[in-house]
């Protein structure tokens, strides 16, 4: 099950979005090592302040799986406030039709099977979600902030990031921005790739129609 919880619900989602932070601190502080702002057993930063959309990966047992937040680049975000460096010469995005996805990460169950590329479901799953986001909302791009690890994966999944300049530094990480496009065609790779059968979102029209 997917979960797309914009502000008006985040009260009534507030179970999924604290397992939420829990599972970004058990992924990014705990596994990865990241520097990263923690609360207890829980990840969070001044993003999450700024009323994102989130949209949450659920197993069938209701325990949260995966995650990824979505800011618009016309406030502020990581990529121009935080990670300037990933820019190199280049002006951040700054445009209605773009968001930036930031935190993706997932946690799942190791008994799970792959699907195309030794790549979980859940991965596409999520993948298609922020496609299917972007469709709704009349989005070109998405442009993301992650290490070069997740953008071998994204490779992998058939939706590759067109970097905006030469991997970073940044701690631990070596780190990268650069732009996932939305489109028809690349949501019709992921469903191909990943063995999806129909929206990973239920109903993203309604997006459209609130926006």
Not at 59 to 86: D, K
Not at 150 to 167: N, S, T
Not at 173 to 178: E, I, K
Request: net charge neutral; glycine share 10%; hydrophobic share 40%.
């Amino acid at each position: 099950m997917m979960y797309l919880i914009e502000r008006n619900r985040f009260g009534e989602f507030a179970r999924e979005l604290a397992a939420m932070h829990r599972l970004r601190h058990r992924v990014f502080k705990e596994r990865l090592g990241w520097e990263v702002t923690v609360s207890g057993d829980m990840e969070i930063d001044e993003y999450d302040s700024l009323e994102p959309v989130y949209l949450l990966y659920s197993s069938g047992g209701g325990r949260i799986e995966g995650c990824v937040r979505l800011l618009p680049t016309t406030g502020p975000n990581m990529l121009r406030n935080s990670f300037p460096a990933l820019l190199g010469p280049n002006s951040p995005p700054e445009s209605p039709r773009i968001w930036e996805s930031s935190r993706f990460s997932l946690d799942i169950e190791p008994d799970r099977q792959p699907t195309q590329g030794g790549l979980s479901p859940s991965t596409f799953e999520l993948f298609a979600g922020m496609v299917e986001f972007g469709l709704a909302r009349g989005l070109s791009d998405i442009v993301t902030v992650t290490d070069v690890r997740m953008e071998r994966i994204a490779r992998r999944a058939g939706w590759p990031v067109r970097r905006i300049h030469d991997a970073q530094r940044i701690g631990s990480t070596l780190a990268v921005a650069g732009f996932l496009e939305v489109s028809e065609a690349a949501l019709a790779r992921l469903r191909a790739l990943g063995g999806l059968r129909g929206p990973a979102l239920w109903e993203p029209v309604r997006l459209k129609e609130s926006a």
